[in-house]
């Protein structure tokens, strides 16, 4: 695998041209020693492919850059291997390789993409976070890219419906963008989720490689959820892909003045599902009575109780978005002791609870 390490990670040859190589050398190794005039010959390589080869020949040390690849935990998974995910298989422009922290999405399991705007409003944040709860609770993994706003809540629902959620970066799956999200990150991984890119280890995040990991997001789902995007958003970008891949695309309806709602909108106009409830999704998709031993559980009405002052305040400063110990303090103007014994007792209540280490939402 090494040598397949090597011939993956040249970002300046395209997928394709890597694919060619591997299949006229018959593997990455015989590759890795090809002679300048042999190269130069190949018909599907031009001179600045061919530069681009001889510069990763001379300046990779193979073997040890795949033992780092190893200690840090992260899988190769080929095209042409047999993990690799069937759904990307059937892509005109799929990824050629896969570069994976813990799982992938099984194969055997329903995907659903949870998408939207990065300053989204409480309304998206709250649906993402019920939608993606109540899939989750059905046995539905859920998709997304990390990012801030809507990506992060449908991450947090999955996690809250105690199933499983992977993430799609546009950077190295060592590198946690945006870094706040680094709890939610491990959450992920300790939940039996995983972190999947096809950029390199090491590589920062760039604002190209974000249209292209979306291809990646839609392309593991069989449905895509848009929460909230504006008329131009990379959420769009994402639902076009869904549909050039023959994907089912829902949005979820807004006011017509809210510009965060106006691509939601829009989709709905041009056909788009609507969003009215997680349940009538899960039938639309004929996963009612097929996941949840064969119906799908109510709301319970909220429990009436009468909180000591200090719960209260806390309780009221706690919401669905997750918020930080720090920051309950800071809203409340309690004392730590009191913030954390308040917290406590909330979580053992049912109230609240803790989504990551310190940070919680409520119940």
């Given at each position: 695998?090494?040598?397949?390490?090597?011939?993956?990670?040249?970002?300046?040859?395209?997928?394709?041209?890597?694919?060619?190589?591997?299949?006229?050398?018959?593997?990455?190794?015989?590759?890795?020693?090809?002679?300048?005039?042999?190269?130069?010959?190949?018909?599907?390589?031009?001179?600045?492919?061919?530069?681009?080869?001889?510069?990763?020949?001379?300046?990779?040390?193979?073997?040890?850059?795949?033992?780092?690849?190893?200690?840090q935990g992260i899988r190769?998974?080929?095209?042409?291997?047999?993990?690799?995910?069937?759904?990307?298989?059937?892509?005109?422009?799929?990824?050629?390789?896969?570069?994976v922290k813990g799982e992938?999405?099984?194969?055997?399991?329903?995907?659903?993409?949870?998408?939207?705007?990065?300053?989204?409003?409480?309304?998206?944040?709250?649906?993402?976070?019920?939608?993606?709860?109540?899939?989750?609770?059905?046995?539905?993994?859920?998709?997304?890219?990390?990012?801030?706003?809507?990506?992060?809540?449908?991450?947090?629902?999955?996690?809250?419906?105690?199933?499983?959620?992977?993430?799609?970066?546009?950077?190295?799956?060592?590198?946690?963008?945006?870094?706040?999200?680094?709890?939610?990150?491990?959450?992920?991984?300790?939940?039996?989720?995983?972190?999947?890119?096809?950029?390199?280890?090491?590589?920062?995040?760039q604002g190209f490689h974000?249209?292209?990991?979306?291809?990646?997001?839609?392309?593991?789902?069989?449905?895509?959820?848009?929460?909230?995007?504006?008329?131009?958003?990379?959420?769009?970008?994402?639902?076009?892909?869904?549909?050039?891949?023959?994907?089912?695309?829902?949005?979820?309806?807004?006011?017509?003045?809210?510009?965060?709602?106006?691509?939601?909108?829009?989709?709905?106009?041009?056909?788009?599902?609507?969003?009215?409830?997680?349940?009538?999704?899960?039938?639309?998709?004929?996963?009612?009575?097929?996941?949840?031993?064969?119906?799908?559980?109510?709301?319970?009405?909220?429990?009436?109780?009468?909180?000591?002052?200090?719960?209260?305040?806390?309780?009221?400063?706690?919401?669905?978005?997750?918020?930080?110990?720090?920051?309950?303090?800071?809203?409340?103007?309690?004392?730590?002791?009191?913030?954390?014994?308040?917290?406590?007792?909330?979580?053992?209540?049912?109230?609240?609870?803790?989504?990551?280490?310190?940070?919680?939402?409520?119940?």
């Open positions: 695998m090494e040598y397949e390490y090597w011939l993956a990670a040249m970002e300046k040859l395209s997928g394709r041209k890597k694919y060619l190589l591997r299949q006229h050398m018959k593997s990455a190794k015989a590759a890795y020693y090809i002679e300048e005039t042999e190269l130069e010959r190949l018909s599907f390589l031009n001179e600045k492919d061919c530069h681009t080869i001889k510069q990763a020949q001379k300046s990779w040390d193979v073997h040890a850059r795949y033992e780092k690849l190893c200690r190769l998974v080929l095209v042409f291997d047999e993990k690799y995910p069937k759904r990307l298989g059937q892509l005109s422009d799929k990824p050629y390789a896969l570069y992938m999405p099984e194969e055997c399991s329903c995907g659903a993409a949870v998408v939207g705007a990065r300053r989204c409003t409480p309304y998206g944040e709250k649906h993402a976070c019920e939608f993606a709860r109540r899939l989750s609770e059905c046995g539905v993994q859920i998709i997304s890219g990390l990012a801030r706003g809507i990506d992060g809540m449908g991450h947090r629902g999955a996690l809250l419906g105690k199933g499983k959620t992977f993430a799609v970066m546009g950077n190295g799956v060592d590198v946690c963008y945006p870094r706040e999200h680094i709890g939610l990150y491990e959450d992920i991984l300790a939940c039996g989720g995983g972190i999947l890119s096809e950029f390199p280890p090491g590589t920062p995040p974000f249209p292209r990991r979306n291809r990646i997001i839609s392309g593991l789902s069989d449905v895509v959820l848009v929460m909230e995007a504006k008329e131009k958003s990379g959420s769009l970008i994402t639902a076009d892909f869904a549909l050039e891949q023959g994907k089912d695309v829902y949005a979820l309806p807004g006011m017509i003045d809210s510009e965060l709602s106006g691509g939601c909108n829009r989709l709905i106009a041009q056909g788009a599902g609507i969003l009215l409830s997680p349940e009538l999704l899960l039938e639309e998709l004929e996963f009612y009575g097929k996941t949840v031993s064969g119906k799908i559980s109510q709301k319970n009405p909220e429990t009436e109780k009468v909180l000591e002052t200090g719960e209260n305040m806390v309780y009221s400063s706690v919401c669905l978005q997750p918020k930080s110990v720090n920051d309950l303090i800071e809203e409340t103007h309690l004392p730590a002791k009191e913030v954390l014994g308040s917290l406590a007792a909330l979580e053992i209540e049912g109230h609240i609870r803790q989504i990551s280490k310190n940070y919680y939402v409520r119940s």
